[in-house]
């Protein structure tokens, strides 16, 4: 095995071990933890002064978008194949429920109960719209891995030379 090689496939492991483990586990409970902020936001009464799910967001959007970017990094996509679709589901899954807690939680910055309920029925028609557009999308572009969406792997999957890439047509 050749050093570049093995020095991506050590690199994309412990990436995946110290940032995407973390990242899956948040993308998974993200939306349970959004649907909890809103309860107790609608409990309460009192908007939250800060809000850590959009700077979550971010942070695992930079996360993932590293891990499709760099292409040592996408090795944890050909080898797991099932992680790629995850991803992108899970991320818009996350992305609409933490967009719907902030809107609400701006609907509750004024203490009016008239403001209160047109901006949780805002949240409710902001949370069908954004699922039903994310519906006719994947509907129409399914979530497929990696290796079913690119014509060419990178080289460190495919183990080939430069000289057999370079053969090969680009698309």
Sequence with gaps: M??????ANVFAVLYFVFFMI????????M??????DIQVLLSTGFAVPDNP?????GVIGI???????IPAL????YKLPWLAPF???????????AVAFTILNYGYEVQNPARHRAFFWLMI???????LAMSFYFHKRPAKSLEETEHEQPVFVRGQKQEEKAALPSF
């Design 87 to 97: 991803v992108k589901i899970f991320f818009c899954n996350s992305l609409i429920m």
């Design 74 to 77: 996408k090795i944890m996509y």
């Design 2 to 7: 050749k050093a570049s090689r093995l020095l």
């Design 53 to 57: 799910n959009m700077v979550m967001i």
């Design 31 to 36: 939306p349970f933890m959004c649907l909890s």
């Design 125 to 131: 028609a902001q949370i069908v719209a954004c699922r």
């Design 22 to 29: 973390a990242t899956l586990f948040i993308l998974l409970i």
């Design 63 to 69: 996360i993932i978008g590293l891990s499709m970017l």
